[in-house]
């Protein structure tokens, strides 16, 4: 009898290692460091956000931080029909960062010459497509105050900033377009309301031959004049 019930006694011990054996093995911790790298590469590879969403409140902060630290005034524009240098002027902090900002940000790539006017302007950095909008989305909504107490005129070649917004009555720019000037002696009744941040250096036959297409009735060129690259040269 007592061995009988040391034999079942046996069993069940065998029995019960058996189960703690199975569930140790259902239950073995995963080797987690593949998955916690493969979660860093992922994260690595997305667009981290180095800036904020920029709006009417912070935007000017913004540009007055990044002006100290981002001190570049030459771009080069290259477009359909040729490259176009500018110089930026240092006296207008917040229009020149914000300019510098939207090339390093790749925003004007893509973008168009989208109302030309022959022996007046010819204005770019806006777009019908999709892309443009959703890069403006994402860069966020927000309008510069006009500068315009700093010495420059509307002169032939320089490049000024339209204002933004239809009901806008202080003419608060709109930070991702610009004109360029193509008028012959300057187009002085725009001085006072719109802000001159910088002038062609090179590339003033180019802005010409833009300026001098033929365009629909909204000033639009019958053709797509597109900005393929802005980059930084100096």
């Given at each position: 009898m007592r061995f009988k019930l040391f034999f079942f006694l046996f069993l069940l011990f065998l029995n019960c290692e058996d189960k703690q054996s199975k569930k140790k093995n259902i239950t073995k911790p995963v080797d987690t460091t593949s998955v916690k790298k493969d979660t860093k590469s992922v994260v690595s590879t997305e667009d981290k956000r180095t800036y904020p969403k920029l709006n009417d409140k912070n935007a000017m902060y913004f540009f007055q931080e990044y002006n100290k630290q981002h001190k570049e005034n030459k771009v080069r524009i290259t477009t359909d029909f040729g490259t176009i240098d500018i110089l930026l002027f240092n006296e207008t902090i917040y229009h020149r960062s914000n300019f510098i900002f939207l090339t390093k940000q790749k925003y004007f790539n893509g973008t168009q010459f989208y109302r030309v006017i022959d022996n007046f302007i010819a204005q770019g950095g806006n777009?019908?497509?999709?892309?443009?909008?959703?890069?403006?989305?994402?860069?966020?909504?927000?309008?510069?105050?006009?500068?315009?107490?700093?010495?420059?005129?509307?002169?032939?070649?320089?490049?000024?900033?339209?204002?933004?917004?239809?009901?806008?009555?202080?003419?608060?720019?709109?930070?991702?377009?610009?004109?360029?000037?193509?008028?012959?002696?300057?187009?002085?009744?725009?001085?006072?309301?719109?802000?001159?941040?910088?002038?062609?250096?090179?590339?003033?036959?180019?802005?010409?031959?833009?300026?001098?297409?033929?365009?629909?009735?909204?000033?639009?060129?019958?053709?797509?004049?597109?900005?393929?690259?802005?980059?930084?040269?100096?």
């Open positions: 777009s019908d497509d999709r892309e443009t909008a959703r890069k403006r989305a994402n860069i966020g909504k927000y309008l510069l105050p006009t500068d315009t107490k700093r010495g420059f005129k509307h002169n032939r070649g320089v490049i000024s900033m339209p204002s933004g917004e239809i009901d806008n009555p202080h003419k608060l720019a709109s930070p991702f377009e610009f004109f360029i000037v193509t008028q012959k002696g300057g187009a002085h009744f725009l001085d006072g309301d719109y802000t001159v941040f910088g002038k062609v250096i090179k590339g003033m036959d180019v802005v010409d031959k833009i300026a001098g297409v033929e365009t629909d009735d909204g000033d639009w060129p019958d053709k797509n004049i597109y900005i393929r690259n802005v980059e930084i040269i100096d």
